[in-house]
Structures are given as structure tokens and as C-alpha cells.
């Protein structure tokens, strides 16, 4: 079977450093080109993908007969746009995440998938991590009892005024960054959805930079608490913790796992404790070999656009509830 061919539009960072080498690592997949002007930035990614072709413009990529897929990195609110212009060119389209800066404006995108008949997704790539499904099957399997409580943080610093994640002209702020971890990792390994948040968020130059969040989500077993903080001024911090009437289950590396630390996930019971361990686990490699499998056998994807619109409603929710 031929693999699939892959092209990114535009040369960030991001893309150099993590989902360039996961798209040319994964089986199965080739990166085959990339749209850039900057010929330094292009230098980066033919290092590990020789043979690279390189398009100018997002439209060249785009009119490459020889690419069947294209991932986007672009700023988030340029991701709906040229989601719908990948498709409509006849690709399969995986987009960084946020898909939006609401969850209006990815049905669009989710029309524009059906239309073309191809594979779309967000590219939240911690649902794939086995970590994670190992949470989800333990609260499914009722581990710790009845869910009560969920609590979530996720930080860093990065103060400089320039980063894109600082800018509110491209969507930045701790929420589109890394709020869409903090709040749909519980949805997915809980199953649950918000009813009602509150949210004090404190802002820098139009992005908010800490964002405090409290309420109530309810799974199939009932209604919980839920707590969360996100913030791009304070020193790293990862962690969760899903807390029942019967243990609770934590984990120490939830979402850069492999780079904050080793995926770890522990469950906490009566004078009990069961730890495992997942080392060496690339998330992004799983990502795509999941989404190759979707394109090519039709294999369900863990985290549809439909999944990623409840996601940004949830976003969505945060930001109307701030008092």
C-alpha cells in the first residue's frame, strides 16, 4: 500500500520540532512537501524529510496532485479558512488545534468535510495517547466509584509579547493554547459534558493569561464538580485528577507526555495504588498513524470535528460564564 503523502501549510516552529518528524516517522506516511517563502525555515523540516518539495504559497501545496494530505498549523483563526480550502482541493486535512474561535464557526468545516467525501479531524493528539484511553476504561469500568470531582492544571510561562500565543489579532491566550486540553480531556475520559461554569480570567494585551474555571459536568453516572486552571504566566504545572466515591486517579504528565515528563497514570485506592508507566510513547506518531488508518481502512477517529465543536461550546461556555 502506498503511503499517504503529506503537506503542511506553513513552517512553524511547532510543526518543525513535533508533527513534521510524527508525519514522516509514522508508518505508512511520507512528509512530501511544504508551503513556505522562507527558505531557512524550509531548511528545518528537509533535515529530517529528504527530497521535500517546496511551494511558495498555501494554493501551490494545495493544487499538488502528488499530496493526499495536509496538516495545518497555522494561526487559529486561519484554521476554519484553509481547512475548507484543503478539502475543497480534494485533501484529507488534519488541523492543529483550536479548530475555531467558536464552535459556529467550525459547522462550515464539518459541511465542507461531507461534501468532499474526505477525512477531517482536529489534531488533539492526547486521545490517542494510551494513557488516556487507560483513564477513560477505568471510569468506564467504574475503578473509583462514582466520579465526584475532576480537577485540571496546566501551565506555563512565556511572557514574550511577540509569540503568536500572545497575540489576539491570531486567536492567542491560555484558553485557545491549552484551555482545550484542560477541558476536554475531562469530556473525553469522562464521557461528560458541561452544565454550568463560572470563569475569572485575568488578560494581557486582549489574551487572557490565567483563567480560573469551576462548575459542574454530568456523565452517565450523574453530575460532578469540576476545577480548572490554565495560565501562560506561571511556572509549568501539569497535572489531573478524576476523584470518585471509591479512589481517584491521577496523572503526572497528561498532556506533553514524553517531553513535561513520563506519561504516568496512577489509581488510588483503599490503601491500594496501581501505577503504570508508558516510556518512549510518541503521541503525535499515534495521531497519525490513527488518522492514516481512518483514511485508508476507515478505522474511527478518537477525536471527530463533531467532538471538537462540543469542545469549543465548552470554550465557549468558559468565556460566558466570567464573573
Same mark, same amino acid.
Given at each position: 500500500m502506498e503511503p499517504v503523502t503529506w503537506g503542511i501549510l506553513g513552517a512553524?516552529?511547532?510543526?518543525?520540532?513535533?508533527?513534521?518528524?510524527?508525519?514522516?516517522?509514522?508508518?505508512?506516511?511520507?512528509?512530501?512537501?511544504?508551503?513556505?517563502?522562507?527558505?531557512?525555515?524550509?531548511?528545518?523540516?528537509?533535515?529530517?524529510?529528504?527530497?521535500?518539495?517546496?511551494?511558495?504559497?498555501?494554493?501551490?501545496?494545495?493544487?499538488?496532485?502528488?499530496?493526499?494530505?495536509?496538516?495545518?498549523?497555522?494561526?487559529?483563526?486561519?484554521?476554519?479558512?484553509?481547512? !475548507?480550502?484543503?478539502?475543497?482541493?480534494?485533501?484529507?486535512?488534519?488541523?492543529?488545534?483550536?479548530?475555531?474561535?467558536?464552535?459556529?464557526? !467550525?459547522?462550515?468545516? !464539518?459541511?465542507?468535510?461531507?461534501?468532499?467525501g474526505k477525512c477531517a479531524a482536529e489534531a488533539y493528539m492526547i486521545v490517542h495517547h494510551p494513557q488516556w484511553q487507560l483513564v477513560r476504561r477505568w471510569l468506564d469500568e467504574g475503578r473509583i466509584g462514582r466520579l465526584k470531582h475532576a480537577d485540571v492544571t496546566f501551565t506555563y510561562d512565556n511572557p514574550d509579547p511577540a509569540n503568536i500565543r500572545n497575540r489576539a489579532d491570531v486567536g492567542g491566550g491560555s484558553i485557545p493554547d491549552i484551555g482545550v486540553y484542560a477541558y476536554s480531556s475531562i469530556r473525553f475520559a469522562a464521557r461528560a459534558e458541561p452544565v454550568a461554569l463560572h470563569a475569572r480570567l485575568q488578560r494581557e494585551n486582549g489574551v487572557d493569561t490565567f483563567a480560573q474555571v469551576w462548575g459542574e459536568m454530568a456523565g452517565p453516572d450523574g453530575a460532578f464538580s469540576f476545577a480548572a486552571l490554565t495560565s501562560t504566566r506561571l511556572y509549568p504545572r501539569q497535572e489531573v485528577t478524576f476523584q470518585g466515591e471509591a479512589g481517584r486517579i491521577t496523572l503526572s504528565a497528561p498532556f506533553n507526555a514524553g517531553v513535561f515528563g513520563e506519561g504516568q497514570v496512577s489509581l488510588h485506592g483503599f490503601n491500594t495504588t496501581e501505577t503504570h508507566r508508558f516510556p518512549g510513547v510518541n503521541q503525535y506518531v499515534l495521531q497519525v498513524e490513527a488518522f492514516i488508518a481512518h483514511i485508508r481502512a476507515g478505522t474511527p477517529f478518537a477525536w471527530t470535528l463533531e467532538e471538537a465543536q462540543k469542545g469549543q461550546a465548552m470554550i465557549d461556555m468558559v468565556r460566558a460564564g466570567e464573573i
Amino acid at each position: 500500500m502506498e503511503p499517504v503523502t503529506w503537506g503542511i501549510l506553513g513552517a512553524s516552529n511547532f510543526a518543525a520540532t513535533r508533527m513534521g518528524p510524527a508525519l514522516h516517522a509514522a508508518k505508512g506516511s511520507c512528509l512530501a512537501a511544504l508551503a513556505t517563502a522562507s527558505p531557512e525555515k524550509a531548511a528545518r523540516f528537509a533535515a529530517f524529510a529528504p527530497g521535500l518539495k517546496v511551494h511558495e504559497s498555501y494554493a501551490a501545496l494545495l493544487d499538488d496532485p502528488q499530496i493526499e494530505a495536509v496538516y495545518i498549523p497555522l494561526p487559529n483563526t486561519l484554521h476554519v479558512e484553509w481547512g !475548507i480550502k484543503a478539502l475543497e482541493a480534494g485533501k484529507h486535512v488534519l488541523i492543529e488545534k483550536p479548530l475555531a474561535m467558536t464552535a459556529a464557526e !467550525i459547522a462550515p468545516l !464539518i459541511a465542507a468535510r461531507d461534501a468532499a467525501g474526505k477525512c477531517a479531524a482536529e489534531a488533539y493528539m492526547i486521545v490517542h495517547h494510551p494513557q488516556w484511553q487507560l483513564v477513560r476504561r477505568w471510569l468506564d469500568e467504574g475503578r473509583i466509584g462514582r466520579l465526584k470531582h475532576a480537577d485540571v492544571t496546566f501551565t506555563y510561562d512565556n511572557p514574550d509579547p511577540a509569540n503568536i500565543r500572545n497575540r489576539a489579532d491570531v486567536g492567542g491566550g491560555s484558553i485557545p493554547d491549552i484551555g482545550v486540553y484542560a477541558y476536554s480531556s475531562i469530556r473525553f475520559a469522562a464521557r461528560a459534558e458541561p452544565v454550568a461554569l463560572h470563569a475569572r480570567l485575568q488578560r494581557e494585551n486582549g489574551v487572557d493569561t490565567f483563567a480560573q474555571v469551576w462548575g459542574e459536568m454530568a456523565g452517565p453516572d450523574g453530575a460532578f464538580s469540576f476545577a480548572a486552571l490554565t495560565s501562560t504566566r506561571l511556572y509549568p504545572r501539569q497535572e489531573v485528577t478524576f476523584q470518585g466515591e471509591a479512589g481517584r486517579i491521577t496523572l503526572s504528565a497528561p498532556f506533553n507526555a514524553g517531553v513535561f515528563g513520563e506519561g504516568q497514570v496512577s489509581l488510588h485506592g483503599f490503601n491500594t495504588t496501581e501505577t503504570h508507566r508508558f516510556p518512549g510513547v510518541n503521541q503525535y506518531v499515534l495521531q497519525v498513524e490513527a488518522f492514516i488508518a481512518h483514511i485508508r481502512a476507515g478505522t474511527p477517529f478518537a477525536w471527530t470535528l463533531e467532538e471538537a465543536q462540543k469542545g469549543q461550546a465548552m470554550i465557549d461556555m468558559v468565556r460566558a460564564g466570567e464573573i
